[in-house]
T-cell receptor, first 112, second 113 residues
Framework: NAGVTQTPKFQVLKTGQSMTLQCAQDMNHNSMYWYRQDPGMGLRLIYYSASEGTTDKGEVPNGYNVSRLNKREFSLRLESAAPSQTSVYFC???????????FGPGTRLTVL | GENVEQHPSTLSVQEGDSAVIKCTYSDSASNYFPWYKQELGKRPQLIIDIRSNVGEKKDQRIAVTLNKTAKHFSLHITETQPEDSAVYFCAAGKGEYGNKLVFGAGTILRVKS
């Protein structure tokens, strides 16, 4: 039981490049989330998927897109990376509404 | 939307002393309040949570209190140990479809031995 996994662990991009961050969970959770963590700002929700087939914007969705590929996988795409998107990205999942969110190990992204 | 404020931003205590971290929230409809601990370079992990139908919850050295009227909740750690040193985040959300959480900015807790 791996829990929540994320790939890659580290990534360096140049301004304007695109990339997709992958997230998968093996806990049969219904809901999945993408957060970014910046120093002094806590965790901010980018997008979430309450259940397979649905996605909704969080606090800071601009510059990102998501795909809930199936119940296990939820990807985050940066179409044209900007230096302001330099951050640590965490994926999380929860079984249902009101439940504990389990976090992945994070992806450290640097945009030059 | 929901806004969560967390204080203090840093807290230093002597080993064995107690530590208290406070959070306020703005949306009176929020009813789920978790606390996460994040060690350096690691992922956030839930340490305790409370729902709005409960005023206090304890788990060994950790307790959380909730005041719905004042819209604030607090984390209490007693008999602090060096391994309690970490960043602590509070969050608030509605226990409904999707469970969207809003996090506080975090508190760096340092326990000096």
């Amino acid at each position: 039981n791996a829990g929540v996994t994320q790939t890659p662990k580290f990534q360096v991009l140049k301004t304007g490049q695109s990339m997709t961050l992958q997230c998968a969970q093996d806990m049969n959770h219904n809901s999945m989330y993408w957060y970014r963590q910046d120093p002094g700002m806590g965790l901010r929700l980018i997008y979430y998927s309450a259940s397979e087939g649905t996605t909704d914007k969080g606090e800071v969705p601009n510059g990102y897109n998501v795909s809930r590929l199936n119940k296990r996988e939820f990807s985050l795409r940066l179409e044209s990376a900007a230096p302001s998107q330099t951050s640590v990205y965490f994926c999380a999942s929860s079984f249902s509404s009101g439940g504990e969110q389990f976090f992945g190990p994070g992806t450290r992204l640097t945009v030059l | 939307g929901e806004n969560v404020e967390q204080h203090p931003s840093t807290l230093s205590v002597q080993e064995g002393d107690s530590a208290v971290i406070k959070c306020t929230y703005s949306d009176s409809a929020s009813n789920y309040f978790p606390w996460y601990k994040q060690e350096l370079g690691k992922r956030p992990q839930l340490i305790i949570d409370i729902r709005s139908n409960v005023g206090e919850k304890k788990d060994q050295r950790i307790a959380v209190t909730l005041n719905k009227t004042a819209k604030h909740f607090s984390l209490h750690i007693t008999e602090t140990q060096p391994e309690d040193s970490a960043v602590y985040f509070c969050a608030a959300g509605k226990g409904e479809y999707g469970n969207k959480l809003v996090f506080g900015a975090g508190t760096i807790l340092r326990v000096k031995s």
